[in-house]
């Protein structure tokens, strides 16, 4: 069974992150937050956080939770980035959603060691590896909805396939 970790500092970075980089409002994004629905979705609970000490038990739990996305709209899964390299973490990934029989289901990856930007704003967590599992019909909205205001227009055309790949 894994193992996990209930960290107050994990709760409390996670919410400084949230509130004081993706939930402020950003002249690169039209003028809005870097992800304009953390914020509110944290505030409601509607973001279950996970914390792992290791790579295996995050992946196990991963894939074996019952994802309930009436009650949550996030599934954060975090663990060290010293188990795992960005590039395995990518191909372990990219594996899974093409053999995973979850089509509904995107998991998105922020690992420490490859920088999310756009233009020169970071977007990664940055204090560890961090697994975020959504609803895909609800994220394709949503994405959607932020084509329709501009949101994606200084985003580099490569970065923004490779983000929305999944």
Known sequence: MSKKIHSKDLHYNLETWIKEVLSKPNSIFNNLP???YAKQAWAENKVEVNAFDNWVDTYNCLITT???FDEKDVYIFAFPKEDITS?????????????WQRDWIVVLEDHPDEIEQ??????????????LVQ??????????E???????????PEYKKAVQYR
């Open 34 to 36: 870097a992800c304009p």
């Open 66 to 68: 019952e994802y309930k």
């Open 87 to 99: 590039y395995q973490l990518t191909s372990i990934l990219d594996r899974l959603t093409k053999s």
């Open 118 to 131: 756009v233009q020169n704003f970071n977007l990664n967590f940055g204090d560890q590896c961090l697994l």
């Open 135 to 144: 609803s895909r019909n609800k994220l394709n909205k949503a994405r959607t």
């Open 146 to 156: 932020l084509e329709a205001k501009g949101y994606y227009k200084n985003w580099d």
